[in-house]
């Protein structure tokens, strides 16, 4: 495990250079940016200052059921690492701070849209597929998640 790393909020700029790389390299740029990165919460892992690793997180308020309580619901997006730091620990380390940030700003659960070839790291957080594969171009996916 990398014990050099630093965890510390980032710009949603900062994140898409990693996004691009890591994610969707034969995507153009503007395909890696989500639409409500302005509203999320970002973080960045850093080796001494150089960023390392993005993950985005987005909070919000969601109805249980109709006529329901309203809840606050979390989903993480854009979770990169570069692949020279891959299989160190990093994603772990950034995925704990996600989760704790996310509870601290009082939501009740987590998800994500996970590629189906990362499902066995995220069901070490406790995440489990609460749907069918998906596509995303050829990537298969499935929607993940936990309650916190």
């Given amino acids: 495990m990398l014990t050099t790393l630093s ?3 980032v710009t949603p700029e900062q994140t898409y250079s990693l996004r691009h790389s890591v ?7 503007a395909y890696i940016k989500v639409e409500n990165d302005t509203e999320g919460y970002h973080f960045g892992g850093f080796r001494q200052d150089e960023l390392i ?5 987005f ?3 969601e109805v249980v059921n109709p006529g329901g309580a309203w809840i606050g619901r979390a989903r993480f997006r854009k979770f990169a690492v570069h692949p020279d730091y891959q ?5 772990t380390l950034l995925l704990n701070h996600v989760i704790a940030e996310a509870k601290r700003l009082g939501a009740a659960s987590l998800w994500c ?8 790291f995220y069901q070490r957080f406790g995440m489990k597929a609460v749907s069918e ?4 171009g050829p990537i298969p996916y499935a929607r993940f998640s936990r309650t916190l």
């Fill in 7 to 9: 965890i510390r909020p």
């Fill in 23 to 29: 994610l969707w390299p034969d995507k153009s740029p």
């Fill in 53 to 57: 690793a993005v993950i985005s997180l």
């Fill in 59 to 61: 909070v919000a308020d």
């Fill in 87 to 91: 299989h160190q620990g990093i994603g």
């Fill in 113 to 120: 849209d996970a590629r189906m070839d990362a499902a066995d």
């Fill in 133 to 136: 594969v998906f596509y995303k």
